[in-house]
């Protein structure tokens, strides 16, 4: 039986040998190697979901009034985009379970990359000859974020409405060039005319899933035509042989498996813990807002940023250089992934390393690199707590404009004590190894 | 009953009515004396700049001349007063009193000038609710009422307050909140924003467990330490570990 | 008959009949490690794939249901489960099911040899051209050039030199205020301590720039702009020049004394503005004061904009100090 189907295959492609060499293709085995998969899977889910919910949502953003399931809304005016959300929440059948399934996913699949960028990161992972993989990584990231941002802001209502306009006043804040580029986008001032709709509607269900299926078919491409890289576990391991578990029968299970382990959670989520409900929301008007308004997860660094920020237009007479939310929503997040990006060759020129590196090091192995990508994080982090201070005072009691002050010295100098704190860290227990 | 004791019982009656009443007055006056006056002045004219008090704090108050009952009943049930320090936010606590004794206090400040009586909203609209709420409240209170910041105070949930708490707020603006007379929002509309307030504590959850009805702040949280971390544990069920 | 009692019996056997070892083919030398069965896992495996199937079948029956409550709760539960139920044996499968070999490879180099082979023939096939570095250059200006005509059209999209658009705002002199329901304002309506959502009458009110906030304080406490301000009613373009959300916070003193003073707030960075200073920024982010309307009362007490506003509406750019508001 298994001989029939394979014949037929390869009679018409010709693809046995690959196959041969694919089964047996050789996967290290380490948990934190699986943490690129589970993005992966998240992204598979996501298209999936997502096409089923194309089906019945309505990218116009034409008026009308609402009289349907919803009783709350009623007689409340809203776009045929936010009503049909609400259709698809409350009329459609397990409709309100793929729309979460949906979101969970999305939120989900950041937080993948995030920890997969984490361990590729601290063990070394994007040298040489995978620094183009990791470029095309972080390619996706930064599309993964915009792909988010574009979805739930398309069901328009006040919580995400919100978060467009000051996706706009960032892109306005762009010196010299800000304002052509916002009037380009949403062709004309905010809220823009009835074309940004559907152009926000196929940029998230065409334009950047393809984009992000591209990239991901080339990383993958790459990941297996260079091999994946290894710790050094035993003699065997080593810069020119690759010792793992193959394919078939080894590692199918386990990632057929996680990619179980991944629908099962997504879907447990997306019917038991409640996610943008957004009729309680309500649908967005230019004059409204709510308060404790946030973006999702993945962009709550930027919130912080534009909190943090005090508060001036950098001005010459009557030129605006760079509006303020310039420095938050666009340079902070342009520093982090140029950092990000240009660090493979910025490693290789200050360490002088041209070579190949199969094999992985260990944060300790490379005390330097995890001192600064810790300090990174550090920084990074806080600018995303420092978003949250609202509600700890709220919580808490403490105050909110003091908080703003501490945060602002706190994210120069916390970075720094975590940078020499985590070297010596490294330093000590790699020390401590060398003894016993 | 002879009638001699039925006159003797009713001269006794009258006599001790006012006396009562007089006690039950002087009762509401003593509580207010011991209570409010330190901050608010004997007769309610308020205390302009910091006076020591009985208690050790500095009293400094708004006057009550006008208030009405309205305010003073929802002050004191809420437990927002008695406050002990004027410069702390008001913020809703254990109410010591007795309800004797908020009754008692309610007439006593009444009585510093014709201010207005308790409001009774009646059912009400929760549709035209939610067009009003998120026009009026949404911007300090959130969308669903369940509070927020604004520079300098907390703004509260409305999840405890009742339905005459929240018609007396709406009307009075306590503390930092702006006040809504009749004619900003006319009594039926008034009902219609009870209607959706109380709506909002039993709000429509059909996609499940509702974190809090805060919006993405839980939802990232249930992202990290629930769902990144289940996927993490998974991860290393499935992979093997590093032994170092 | 015969053929039915074959087939029953073939199933029979497929579904009870005792597993063994597929025979091999030939003697051909293994390449996939041997291992030991492990019936107890097996079992195991085919108990879950039987819950699982329970699991799938319940979602079906769930959604097939009408009127059911907590509905989605019940098919995310139906099919989590039936998923996690896989997933768990699956697992079981990759542990204990299946050989957890562990082979070698080598890591792929790189060829130098084609990698010279490519450059020769890349080489070797411009032999017949005299002036390379002309060609390409002119291949590539032509080439370049035709790229940007291609995204020439991209500034179809939108307005991209006319930024004129965003000084516009739908008020002008002589302009009635009115609220939510289209009702035109009173100047008597407006009392101190409340805050009021208003729109140009017979303008769309989804413009940015049309929503405004009014609200009144005693005249001797407005230090800007008091012509602008009938009986101490101010008015504020509602969207926040830091990041275009609206500012719908109203924060008013019961107590002067120990309390701040009147503001406006707007949610999303908490920028602060002062109704009694034209609109200049108390707190926050913001780096422009919040555009002030002018107001007058009219013969029959309706309020009116007495002009456009003091600066551009809504967040800043390039631009924003270069032009005024214009109606």
Same mark, same amino acid.
């Given at each position: ?436 | ?244 | ?19 063994? @070892? ?59 489960? @039936?998923?996690?139920?896989? @997933? ?121 720039? @049309? ?117």
């Amino acid at each position: 039986m298994i001989r029939r189907i394979v014949r037929f295959l390869d009679q018409r492609s010709g693809t046995a040998p690959l196959l041969r060499k694919t089964l047996r293709y050789v996967f290290p085995d380490h948990w934190s190697f699986l943490l690129g998969e589970v993005a992966l899977y998240c992204f598979v889910l996501l298209v999936l979901t997502g096409v089923y919910l194309t089906f019945f949502f309505d990218d116009s953003v034409a008026r009308m009034t609402y009289h349907g399931s919803y009783a709350p809304l009623d007689g409340a005016t809203m776009t045929h985009a936010y009503a049909s959300v609400l259709h698809i929440s409350f009329d459609v059948k397990a409709g309100l379970l793929i729309r979460q399934t949906h979101h969970w996913a999305a939120n989900v699949f950041v937080a993948a990359i995030v920890l997969h960028l984490l361990r590729i990161f601290f063990t070394g992972a994007f040298r040489k000859p995978r620094d183009l993989t990791y470029l095309l990584g972080l390619g996706m990231l930064m599309l993964a974020l915009l792909e988010g941002y574009a979805g739930y802001s398309l069901a328009d209502d006040l919580l995400s409405g919100m978060g467009l306009a000051i996706g706009y006043s960032v892109a306005m804040s762009i010196p010299f060039v800000g304002a052509n580029l916002a009037n380009l986008i949403w062709d004309g001032p905010f809220p823009g005319s009835s074309s940004f709709w559907p152009r926000l509607f196929i940029v998230h269900v065409l334009v950047l899933p393809v984009l992000i299926g591209g990239l991901l078919a080339a990383h993958l491409v790459l990941v297996a035509s260079r091999h994946h890289t290894q710790f050094k576990r035993s003699a065997r391991e080593s810069e020119r042989r690759v010792v793992g578990i193959p394919a078939f029968p080894g590692q199918a299970p386990r990632s057929i498996g996680l990619m179980l382990w991944v629908f099962a959670v997504l879907f447990l989520l997306g019917g038991l813990v409640q996610i943008n409900p957004v009729w309680l929301w309500g649908p967005y008007h230019v004059g409204d807002a709510t308060n404790g308004a946030q973006p999702d997860w993945y962009l709550g660094w930027l919130i912080g940023a534009l909190r943090l920020v005090p508060g001036f237009d950098l001005t010459i007479g009557h030129y605006t250089l760079v509006p303020n939310p310039f420095w938050g929503g666009v340079l902070f997040p342009a520093l982090v992934f140029g950092v990000l990006l240009v660090w493979p060759w910025l490693e290789r020129r200050v360490a002088g390393d041209d070579a190949f590196h199969n094999l992985l090091e260990r944060p300790r192995d490379n005390p330097w690199r995890t001192a600064i990508g810790v300090a990174i994080v550090t920084w990074v982090f806080l600018i995303f707590v420092s978003g949250s201070a609202d509600r700890v005072d709220v919580l808490f009691g403490l105050d909110y404009a003091t908080q703003i002050w501490v945060y602002r010295v706190a994210v120069w100098v916390v970075p720094l004590v975590a940078l020499f704190v985590t070297k010596r860290v490294c330093d000590e227990l790699v020390a401590g190894e060398r003894r016993d | 009953m002879r009638p001699v004791v039925r006159l003797v019982t009713a001269l006794a009656l009258l006599l001790l009515l006012p006396a009562a009443a007089a006690a039950k007055d002087g009762r509401g006056a003593a509580l207010y004396a011991a209570n409010c006056a330190s901050c608010h002045g004997l007769n309610g004219q308020g205390v302009a700049t910091p006076t020591p008090g009985a208690n050790g704090v500095d009293g400094q108050g708004p006057p009550l001349r006008g208030v009405g009952a309205r305010a003073a009943d929802f002050y004191l049930r809420t437990g927002y007063m008695p406050l002990a320090n004027p410069h702390d936010q008001p913020s809703r606590k254990h109410v010591v009193f007795t309800e004797a004794e908020i009754r008692a206090l309610v007439k006593s400040v009444a009585s510093f000038g014709n201010g207005p009586p308790i409001p009774t909203p009646h059912p009400g609209s929760v549709s035209a609710g939610q067009r009003l709420f998120t026009d009026h409240c949404a911007g300090c209170h959130q969308a669903v009422a369940q509070g927020g910041y604004v520079t300098g105070a907390r703004v509260p949930p409305l999840t405890d307050a009742t339905d005459r708490q929240i018609a007396e707020a709406v009307r009075i603006g306590p503390y930092l909140m702006p006040r809504f007379s009749t004619k900003a929002i006319t009594p039926k509309q008034l009902n219609d924003i009870v209607a959706y307030v109380d709506y909002t504590k039993h709000p429509d959850d059909r996609g499940g467990w509702p974190i809090g009805h805060l919006g993405p702040w839980p939802e990232g949280a249930v992202t990290w330490l629930l769902a990144a971390a289940a996927l993490v544990a998974v991860c290393t069920l499935l992979g093997r570990r590093l032994r170092a | 008959m015969t053929r039915l009692k074959d087939w029953v019996t073939a199933g029979l056997v497929l579904v009870v009949g005792r597993g063994g @070892a597929p025979k091999p083919k030939q003697e051909a030398p293994r390449i996939v490690a041997a291992g030991t069965p492990d019936r107890h896992a097996e079992n195991v495996v085919i108990l879950l794939f039987l819950l699982a199937t329970i699991a799938g079948a319940a979602f079906i029956v769930v959604y097939a249901l009408d009127r059911l409550s907590h509905q989605t709760q019940w098919l995310g539960l139906a099919i989590g489960a @039936a998923f996690a139920l896989l @997933a768990l044996a699956s697992t079981v499968i990759a542990h204990r099911l299946v050989v957890t070999e562990e082979i070698t490879e080598d890591y792929p180099e790189e060829s130098p040899a084609a990698q010279d082979e490519i450059e020769q023939i890349v080489e070797e096939s411009g032999s017949r051209f005299t002036r390379k570095r002309l060609v390409t250059v002119a291949g590539v200006g032509a080439l370049g050039t035709i790229g940007a005509a291609l995204l020439a059209p991209a500034a179809s999209l939108g307005p991209i030199l006319h930024t004129g658009e965003l000084y516009r705002t739908p008020w002008r002199r002589g302009r009635r205020l009115v609220d939510e329901g289209g009702r035109a304002l009173t100047a008597d309506e407006i009392e101190e301590g409340t805050f009021y959502t208003a729109y140009p009458e017979g303008a769309d009110r989804e413009l940015i720039a @049309a929503p405004i906030v009014v609200v009144r304080l005693p005249l001797a406490e407005i230090r800007e702009r008091k012509e602008w301000a009938p009986r101490g009613i101010v008015a504020y373009s509602k969207i926040c020049t830091h990041a275009g959300c609206a500012v719908a916070l109203y924060r008013k003193p019961t107590f002067a004394a120990v309390e701040p003073r009147p503001a406006l707030v707007c949610p999303c960075h908490y920028s602060t503005f002062d109704p009694a200073a034209g609109g200049a920024v108390l707190f926050g982010p913001a780096g422009r004061p919040l555009p002030q309307l002018p107001l007058s009362v009219d013969r029959t007490g309706h309020l009116r904009a007495a002009g456009t506003f003091s600066g551009p509406v809504g967040p800043s750019w390039w631009g924003v100090r270069m032009g005024k508001a214009r109606s």
